[in-house]
Structures are given as C-alpha cells and as structure tokens.
Nanobody, 117 residues
Framework: EQLVESGGGLVQAGGSLRLSCAVS????????MNWFRQAPGKGREFVAG????????FVADPFKGRFTISRAKAENTVSLQMSNLKPEDTAVYYC???????????WGQGTQVTVDS
C-alpha cells in the first residue's frame, strides 16, 4: 500500500501537533503501522506502532506520556498525536508499514516537524 503523511509544520515548544498517515489499499489485520523519525545528523528512530487489526499499540519509552498513536480503520488512517513538544523533537517523521512493532517494509515520504524554542 502507499503511505502519505501530513500534519507536520512549525510549532512552539510546549505545543501540540497531530500527524496523519493515509494508507491506500486495505492493510492486512496483521500489518503493524509504525512511526519513525529522523533528526538532522542522526539515525532513524522508532517512535510508536499499532497493529492494524486489534489496535494494540506501543510507544517507545522516550515518548511515553507525550505521544499517542491511534488508527481509524474506516478512514484508513494512522495518527500520531504529539504534545508538550520540545526542540529536540524536530525531525522528519515517517509512517511505515511492517509485520511487527518497529518493523518497516514500506515507507511514506515523511513530514517535517520543527519545534521552535
């Protein structure tokens, strides 16, 4: 399936953003949708994942309490709600589909999030 992210932008520190990933086609129930990010000069980092079928989710420790992942099967979308954003959250955020948490076989093009101090 094709993955298209949206919702990135410029936000002040302490603010919130909601990223969305539109999924074309119909993911298998076993598909896991994941969010990763890549900050300037750093490697790609796993943020959160959710199983398409049952909706059970996992948020990586650095983001617990600030980030929430959800999916809307009827709309074929996966969202990442980010709150209390910090300048170090500045990165390109990618939606990815894979067979498990933090796995990725297919990637979106990414959406830029910039947090201004």
């Amino acid at each position: 399936e094709q993955l298209v992210e949206s919702g990135g932008g410029l936000v002040q520190a302490g603010g919130s953003l909601r990223l969305s990933c539109a999924v074309s086609g119909r993911p298998y129930s076993s598909t896991t949708m994941n969010w990763f990010r890549q900050a300037p000069g750093k490697g790609r980092e796993f943020v959160a994942g959710i199983r398409w079928g049952f909706g059970n989710s996992f948020v990586a420790d650095p983001f617990k309490g600030r980030f929430t992942i959800s999916r809307a099967k009827a709309e074929n979308t996966v969202s990442l709600q980010m709150s209390n954003l910090k300048p170090e959250d500045t990165a390109v955020y990618y939606c990815a589909a894979g067979r498990g948490i933090a796995e990725a076989d297919r990637w979106g093009q990414g959406t830029q999030v910039t947090v201004d101090s």
